[in-house]
């Protein structure tokens, strides 16, 4: 079993930054791929960012240069930085592992979630 704790979530305006963060128990999380997702209110969940064990990115067209993912093994931690927030970026971003060296799009294809934290960008 493993337990994802998101933090790092608030409101901002427009053009600010944020960086997320996801704890995670579990002494193999480095085997895990990693994910963020997104939900708005009315919208489906929408993949953000995805990275594998071995450091592999890929990024939502919505969010590419301007979202980026890191992971640190080491303490067992998954990042999200969010530069140039725009309003549409408002959502409860969620942390998901997947027991995979490999990454998926699909939001059914992980295995664990975190509780979300929400973000929060003015205009």
């Known amino acids: 079993q493993v337990q994802l704790v998101e933090s790092g979530g608030g409101l901002v305006q427009a053009g600010d930054s944020l960086r997320l963060s996801c704890a995670a128990s579990g002494r193999t999380f480095r085997n895990y791929a990693m994910a963020w997702f997104r939900q708005a209110p009315g919208k489906q969940r929408e993949r953000v960012a995805v990275i594998s064990s071995g450091g592999f990115t890929y990024y939502g067209d919505s969010v590419k240069g301007r979202f980026t993912i890191s992971r640190d093994n080491a303490n067992n931690t998954l990042y999200l930085q969010m530069n140039s927030l725009k309003p549409e970026d408002t959502a409860t971003y969620y942390c998901?592992?997947?027991?995979?060296?490999?990454?998926?799009?699909?939001?059914?294809?992980?295995?664990?979630w975190g509780q979300g934290t929400q973000v929060t960008v003015s205009s």
């Open positions: 998901a592992a997947r027991i995979s060296w490999v990454v998926s799009p699909r939001a059914d294809q992980y295995d664990f």
